[in-house]
């Protein structure tokens, strides 16, 4: 079943150019209910397993989902809830799935990583950077079968690095197909800083492969929405393919219990045991050069207090905060009235279907 | 001897081998974070992180082991390893065959493998059937802290191909990750073998070799056969059929490839049952070769295979049913016995 984000939203939006602040904002702040619920669940261990939560995404799921129609396609990376919220997929069937329900929207055969809906035309997978292929096959499909409609890949910057994804690119643009590859730049990947293993700059990458490319700020939805709509008109005509790179962050770092993350949000504690943990590594132990070991022990310094100044200070950037000023108040006010008592209680309904997690035990005597 | 748990053993044997020998690096996704301890000893020249481009960081590892390294190339779970595929079987596992036995390559991919946590079909495969498959290749997965190590240093020091395997649920890392230190909601302590996930490490650490199984358990009745946390869901089933007044022995492959054969052999004729558990799929890999190695041995023994027979599930009650489990190996264990 899927839930539409508001009347008749599936067919209007496609067709309006004009980009709508109310509708993205319900969108967005459907998208973070979910994924807050998510993340508490998780914490409460409603949640089996990982979580990457899409939270710093909202501005690009919304901005791109929300051109999307019909026979549209989406192949979703690790974070895939909240293009799916923005699609309209149940949101109770989706958190029944990532809780582990046999009655989630996959049969609980899925888990987070590996949602998808038919109905919807998207489907996500934890395979990092295949995204772009599978994207690259729906657009041949989509091409022959359904002219006019368009391919999204969505994936993260550090995909790029990914061999097949830099086929997709080549092969997207040797066939002229109708796909957009949506590149969320949250600048990590796990915990490792992608810059530090990145050649050259990702957007010239792209268009040296002869994508069409744009970029926007993922925390302005209005500005993501503007650039997605431009590649995804261009492929809709069937004048190739396009790249649209998006900055955003990940305040809740890669995964729940992200041990970054536990650093960085209680920096004293978690930096002495780091410090106590690697001196220990380090003494008693044959062992490289003196300037080795510093530079081994810096190393892993300067990248937690990496990690923090990309964290603190992100709320700043935070797409909704953005969005909500774009409307009226008492709009604004009646969106985060009605989405959050959905919300909730599907939350609260999911919780009760599934039960707790906390007694993992073989053999599926677990209650 | 030195308590440790599965995860700092494999990283103590990587450890000692890096300190003998300059020649030995290691690259992979997160590992400055992940093995922090060794960036400490040994400096970021010895202790590189990559890009996630599985494909070309683990063809590099063929070549840079063909150019006098010993590069220990981790790729972050064996399922991504299927986008480097051909780097295991169409050159690690083949250049020193091509070069008539005249350029070794002495690789070590590192990956982990295997599921009980529910992390979906796609990050819970162990893959080692599929790996052993392929000629040239040396596949181990260790079942306890001491063998982890040293088939760790085993593996660095030999001048060939290998494969090292190394278990989630034993491993204490990912698990912290999920639960421990992440949040006390959720207690994996029944699911872990404890065993398996902590013990003594011999100082100092000597290689194992490989093909050497090792028996865990005596028995005359009957003989589970497994590798990796099937060795501790045998241990389970094997003190319980033992009440029951079946005789069981456990044997521990530790390596894939190349098989113990004369130790699967003789166990099975001294039980005349066996039962092999395996965490990998039943079609094409580690079950169907014991049957067969036992059928050209000319041993005649009953045999029923324990294995996964399809996409796992994530629903924490269909994964673990899916799984090699206690219940099944018991079953099967109890209906041998009545034959
Ligand atoms: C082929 C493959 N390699 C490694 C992983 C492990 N992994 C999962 S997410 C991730 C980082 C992805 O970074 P990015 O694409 O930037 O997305 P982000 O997590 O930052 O949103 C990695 C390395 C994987 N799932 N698949
Ligand atoms: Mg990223």
Same mark, same amino acid.
């Given at each position: 079943?899927?839930?539409?984000?508001?009347?008749?939203?599936?067919?209007?939006?496609?067709?309006?150019?004009?980009?709508?602040?109310?509708?993205?904002?319900?969108?967005?702040?459907?998208?973070?209910?979910?994924?807050?619920?998510?993340?508490?669940?998780?914490?409460?261990?409603?949640?089996?397993?990982?979580?990457?939560?899409?939270?710093?995404?909202?501005?690009?799921?919304?901005?791109?989902?929300?051109?999307?129609?019909?026979?549209?396609?989406?192949?979703?990376?690790?974070?895939?809830?909240?293009?799916?919220?923005?699609?309209?997929?149940?949101?109770?069937?989706?958190?029944?799935?990532?809780?582990?329900?046999?009655?989630?929207?996959?049969?609980? +055969?899925?888990?987070?990583?590996?949602?998808?809906?038919?109905?919807?035309?998207?489907?996500?997978?934890?395979?990092?950077?295949?995204?772009?292929?599978?994207?690259?096959?729906?657009?041949?499909?989509?091409?022959?079968?359904?002219?006019?409609?368009?391919?999204?890949?969505?994936?993260?910057?550090?995909?790029?690095?990914?061999?097949?994804?830099?086929?997709?690119?080549?092969?997207?643009?040797?066939?002229?197909?109708?796909?957009?590859?949506?590149?969320?730049?949250?600048?990590?990947?796990?915990?490792?800083?992608?810059?530090?293993? %990145?050649?050259?700059?990702?957007?010239? +990458?792209?268009?040296?492969?002869?994508?069409? %490319?744009?970029?926007?700020?993922?925390?302005?939805?209005?500005?993501?929405?503007?650039?997605?709509?431009?590649?995804?008109?261009?492929?809709?005509?069937?004048?190739?393919?396009?790249?649209?790179?998006?900055?955003?962050?990940?305040?809740?770092?890669?995964?729940?219990?992200?041990?970054?993350? +536990?650093?960085?949000?209680?920096?004293? %504690?978690?930096?002495?045991?780091?410090?106590?943990?690697?001196?220990?590594?380090?003494?008693?132990?044959?062992?490289?050069?003196?300037?080795? %070991?510093?530079?081994?022990?810096?190393?892993?310094?300067?990248?937690?207090?990496?990690?923090?100044?990309?964290?603190?200070?992100?709320?700043?950037?935070?797409?909704?905060?953005?969005?909500?000023?774009?409307?009226?108040?008492?709009?604004?006010?009646?969106?985060?009235?009605?989405?959050?008592?959905?919300?909730?209680?599907?939350?609260?309904?999911?919780?009760?279907?599934?039960?707790?997690?906390?007694?993992f035990a073989p053999d599926g005597d677990r209650? | 001897?030195?308590?440790?748990?599965y995860?700092?053993?494999?990283?103590?044997?990587?450890?000692?081998?890096?300190?003998?020998?300059?020649?030995?690096?290691?690259?992979?996704?997160?590992?400055?974070?992940?093995?922090?301890?060794?960036?400490?000893?040994?400096?970021?020249?010895?202790?590189?992180?990559?890009?996630?481009?599985?494909?070309?960081?683990?063809?590099?590892?063929?070549?840079?082991?063909?150019?006098?390294?010993?590069?220990?190339?981790?790729?972050?779970?064996v399922?991504?390893?299927?986008?480097?595929?051909?780097?295991?079987?169409?050159?690690?596992?083949?250049?020193?065959?091509?070069?008539?036995?005249?350029?070794?390559?002495?690789?070590?991919?590192?990956?982990?493998v295997g599921g009980w946590y529910?992390?979906?079909?796609?990050?819970e495969q162990t893959l080692w059937g599929q790996l052993a498959a392929?000629?040239?290749?040396t596949v181990v997965c260790p079942a306890t802290p001491d063998d982890a190590?040293g088939l760790?240093?085993?593996?660095?020091?030999?001048?060939?191909?290998?494969?090292?395997l190394e278990h989630k649920l034993l491993s204490?890392?990912?698990?912290?990750?999920?639960?421990?230190?992440?949040?006390?909601?959720?207690?994996f302590s029944g699911l872990l073998p404890a065993a398996g996930a902590s013990g003594e490490?011999?100082?100092?650490?000597?290689?194992i070799p490989f093909g050497k199984a090792r028996v865990r358990r005596d028995g005359s009745d009957l003989a589970l056969i497994s590798v990796g946390v099937g060795v501790h869901r045998c241990l389970e089933a094997a003190a319980t059929l033992s009440d029951e007044g079946i005789d069981t022995a456990v044997l521990d492959l530790r390596s894939i490839a190349p098989l113990d054969t004369a130790a699967v052999a003789d166990l099975a004729a001294q039980c005349g049952r066996v039962v092999v558990v395996d965490e990998d799929y039943v079609r094409g890999g580690l079950s169907g070769e014991i049957a067969a190695l036992l059928a050209e041995a000319g041993v005649p023994a009953q045999f029923r295979r324990v294995a996964v027979e399809t996409t796992i599930p994530?629903?924490p009650a269909l994964e673990q049913a899916a799984l090699p489990n206690t219940q099944r190996i018991l079953a099967a264990g109890r209906e041998l016995a009545t034959l």
């Amino acid at each position: 079943m899927t839930v539409p984000v508001s009347d008749g939203y599936a067919c209007s939006m496609a067709k309006r150019q004009a980009f709508d602040p109310v509708q993205a904002y319900r969108t967005m702040m459907r998208i973070r209910l979910v994924e807050e619920a998510l993340v508490k669940a998780w914490a409460a261990g409603y949640v089996p397993g990982e979580y990457h939560s899409g939270i710093g995404e909202e501005g690009i799921n919304a901005g791109v989902v929300m051109h999307l129609s019909d026979e549209d396609a989406m192949a979703l990376d690790h974070r895939g809830t909240g293009p799916l919220i923005a699609r309209g997929a149940d949101p109770l069937a989706l958190m029944l799935e990532v809780m582990g329900s046999e009655e989630g929207m996959n049969a609980g +055969r899925a888990g987070h990583m590996h949602l998808m809906d038919p109905e919807l035309h998207a489907a996500a997978d934890g395979i990092v950077g295949s995204s772009g292929p599978l994207a690259v096959g729906h657009a041949i499909a989509l091409q022959r079968l359904h002219p006019g409609r368009v391919a999204i890949a969505f994936h993260g910057e550090a995909a790029a690095n990914q061999g097949m994804m830099m086929e997709a690119y080549n092969l997207a643009a040797a066939w002229k197909l109708p796909v957009v590859f949506v590149c969320k730049d949250n600048r990590w990947s796990i915990t490792t800083a992608s810059a530090d293993v %990145t050649g050259g700059n990702l957007v010239a +990458r792209a268009a040296s492969f002869g994508l069409a %490319t744009a970029e926007a700020r993922g925390e302005r939805v209005d500005e993501v929405y503007a650039a997605a709509g431009k590649l995804i008109k261009r492929a809709r005509k069937g004048r190739g393919p396009g790249f649209l790179f998006v900055t955003c962050h990940r305040p809740g770092g890669h995964f729940e219990g992200d041990p970054i993350v +536990r650093i960085t949000k209680d920096p004293i %504690t978690q930096s002495a045991d780091l410090v106590r943990e690697l001196r220990t590594g380090v003494q008693g132990r044959e062992r490289g050069a003196t300037r080795d %070991t510093i530079r081994g022990v810096s190393e892993i310094v300067a990248r937690s207090s990496r990690a923090m100044r990309d964290w603190t200070g992100v709320a700043r950037k935070d797409p909704l905060r953005r969005a909500r000023k774009a409307i009226p108040e008492p709009t604004a006010r009646y969106i985060e009235g009605t989405e959050s008592e959905a919300i909730g209680r599907a939350a609260a309904t999911a919780r009760r279907k599934t039960g707790s997690r906390s007694a993992f035990a073989p053999d599926g005597d677990r209650t | 001897m030195t308590r440790m748990l599965y995860g700092e053993a494999i990283d103590y044997g990587l450890g000692e081998a890096m300190a003998a020998d300059p020649t030995v690096v290691t690259w992979g996704e997160d590992v400055r974070l992940i093995h922090r301890q060794l960036l400490a000893r040994f400096g970021p020249d010895r202790v590189l992180d990559t890009p996630i481009s599985e494909a070309a960081f683990t063809y590099a590892g063929v070549g840079a082991a063909m150019s006098g390294l010993r590069p220990v190339v981790e790729v972050m779970l064996v399922d991504f390893l299927a986008a480097a595929w051909s780097a295991v079987v169409n050159a690690g596992s083949k250049f020193n065959d091509f070069s008539g036995g005249k350029w070794p390559v002495p690789l070590v991919v590192r990956a982990r493998v295997g599921g009980w946590y529910t992390d979906g079909g796609q990050h819970e495969q162990t893959l080692w059937g599929q790996l052993a498959a392929v000629p040239g290749t040396t596949v181990v997965c260790p079942a306890t802290p001491d063998d982890a190590a040293g088939l760790m240093l085993g593996a660095i020091q030999h001048d060939g191909f290998v494969v090292f395997l190394e278990h989630k649920l034993l491993s204490e890392q990912f698990l912290d990750y999920l639960g421990g230190s992440s949040r006390d909601t959720v207690d994996f302590s029944g699911l872990l073998p404890a065993a398996g996930a902590s013990g003594e490490v011999p100082e100092p650490l000597r290689p194992i070799p490989f093909g050497k199984a090792r028996v865990r358990r005596d028995g005359s009745d009957l003989a589970l056969i497994s590798v990796g946390v099937g060795v501790h869901r045998c241990l389970e089933a094997a003190a319980t059929l033992s009440d029951e007044g079946i005789d069981t022995a456990v044997l521990d492959l530790r390596s894939i490839a190349p098989l113990d054969t004369a130790a699967v052999a003789d166990l099975a004729a001294q039980c005349g049952r066996v039962v092999v558990v395996d965490e990998d799929y039943v079609r094409g890999g580690l079950s169907g070769e014991i049957a067969a190695l036992l059928a050209e041995a000319g041993v005649p023994a009953q045999f029923r295979r324990v294995a996964v027979e399809t996409t796992i599930p994530f629903a924490p009650a269909l994964e673990q049913a899916a799984l090699p489990n206690t219940q099944r190996i018991l079953a099967a264990g109890r209906e041998l016995a009545t034959l």
